[in-house]
């Protein structure tokens, strides 16, 4: 949901499960270690913000 893993500082990397849809606004903002992600093949949004702040991003895989 909204903000659902903002600020965290332990999150790493994430794989998002098959059942998500639209990723949430600041859903993973200001995340600082968030180096990859990797998105679900039914995805259809992203919304705003949701990877405000996220500076150390550098891999997002889509499965799609």
């Not at 093949?41 to 949701?50: K, V, Y």
């Not at 405000?52 to 891999?59: D, P, T, W």
């Amino acid at each position: 949901g909204c903000r659902a893993f903002e600020n965290c500082v332990g999150l790493v990397s994430i794989t998002l499960p098959e059942g998500i849809t639209t990723i949430d606004m600041y859903a993973f903002s200001y995340c600082k270690k968030l180096s990859s992600i990797t998105l679900p093949e039914n995805l259809t949004g992203i919304e705003t913000c949701a990877f405000e702040g996220c500076k150390n991003l550098a891999s997002i895989t889509n499965t799609g």
